[in-house]
């Protein structure tokens, strides 16, 4: 069941529609009389853990999709497919055609999360663009929300330009609605997407280094153990402004951070280490 559903979902992610993403929610009468998707959640949950290890993510992610399969209204299993798919593809490959490949997986499963909020699902099937739609989005959603827009973003980024604009809308008014639900969320994700968003927009499309600064700044301040946006305000606004004193500086705090520091992202702040390290490596052709 687990292989058909990926299939699915791969396929479907392929073929594109209205956007990447298909807001169609999964089938099936949920199965928990048993006991089996309990079984097959902690099992996921288990192998999450360990996500640092990409054969354990992916066991994980196998796992969580057993369990959407047994109960298809499990939000805590979707929010792991979509964030995990997002990691899988950011943190364990620098492929670019296998990072597009798990984006646009996280995408379908934030896609199938986003379409368990009736009244999100009913304004896209009337016809209703995302960035509209998102209006009716809860604070339940925002994991979803949140890991589908940051896929949707590099998903696109990686492609072309073109795509990136493309679906710039859809991603600016779900990050909004994120950051209006829940600034906090990862760590304060949402200023941190928009500290990156505006070091990386071409001049002609509003590039702004001060508001990026200020939007790293914020998201800092309120996560400092969080090493991924010292990483992120190195490559984008450091390397966008040629500060070498703050890409240095940033990188260096990163690498000598605890990873540990963070509960819940322990493995997501080993790997911003290893970002970390390879932009310093990097170093003389960013420069």
Known sequence: MRHILLAAVLTMSACGGKG????SAVEGAANT??????AK????????????????LKS???AYEEAVALDPAN??????????????????????DEQVERWGVAIEWGAKCMALNDAFK??????????DAVVAATKADVPCLYWLSSALGKWGKAQSLSKTLKHLPTVKAYMSKCEELDPTYNNYGPARYWGAYYSALPSFAGRDFEKSAEYFEASIQGAPNYLGTRVLRAEMLA???????????????????????????????????????????????LF
């Open 20 to 23: 990447p993403a298909d807001y």
């Open 33 to 38: 009389s048993d006991g089996k998707a309990a």
């Open 41 to 56: 959640l902690e099992e996921a949950d288990g192998l999450w853990a360990e996500r640092l290890d990409p054969e354990k």
């Open 60 to 62: 994980a992610l196998a």
């Open 75 to 96: 939000r805590h299993a979707y929010e792991r497919l979509v964030r995990g798919w997002y990691f899988y593809g950011d943190g364990h490959t620098t492929n670019v």
């Open 122 to 131: 009913a304004k896209i099937d009337a016809g209703e663009k995302e960035k």
């Open 239 to 285: 390397v966008g402004t040629g500060d070498e004193a703050l890409f240095d500086q940033d990188l260096a705090v990163v690498l000598k951070g605890d990873p540990n520091a963070v509960e819940g992202f322990e493995a997501e702040n080993a790997i911003e280490q290893r970002k970390a390290q390879a932009l310093i490596d990097q170093k003389n052709e």
